[in-house]
């Protein structure tokens, strides 16, 4: 009587149960697809496994991905709420540097009249400096 083949589906993490998914898991669609294959189909058996093992490594490695993709939204967020903080803290610095300036400009020019007028004030007493000067002082 002839040996009778059945598939027996061993998992890395174990026996496959009935609630486990080929769709969903890549080592469960592993050991199906391996289990499903006669001893005739051995070399079958070892490409199946080997791209399922492949898939395997390329599924941990999309998730490696996916966190550090998540990783990098976070900072990317907390960097542009840092940008947007310094951008208003420039804003108020900007407004500051214009207060100073325009009260600089005030004061520039108020010292600009006061200097004109005390320029005046300086050549009227020169002019009458040397107008006394020159009237002759009787001796």
Request: net charge positive; hydrophobic share 35%; aromatic share 4%.
């Amino acid at each position: 009587m002839p040996e009778v083949w059945h598939p027996y589906f061993l998992s890395p993490n174990g026996p496959v149960s009935v609630t486990d998914s080929v769709m969903l898991n890549g080592v469960t669609a592993t050991a199906v697809a391996a289990g499903l294959c006669t001893p005739e189909d051995a070399k079958c058996a070892a490409t199946v496994s080997n791209m399922g093992h492949r898939l395997h490594v390329r599924n941990l490695e999309v998730k490696t991905l996916c966190s550090q993709v998540t990783i990098l939204q976070r900072l990317l967020k907390e960097s542009k709420k840092k940008v947007g903080e310094v951008k208003e803290e420039n804003k108020r610095l900007k407004a500051l540097v214009d207060s100073y300036a325009d009260d600089l400009v005030i004061r520039s020019t108020e010292q600009s009249k006061t200097t004109n007028k005390l320029q005046k004030q300086y050549e009227k007493l020169l002019a009458e400096v040397k107008e006394l000067t020159s009237r002759s002082i009787p001796k």
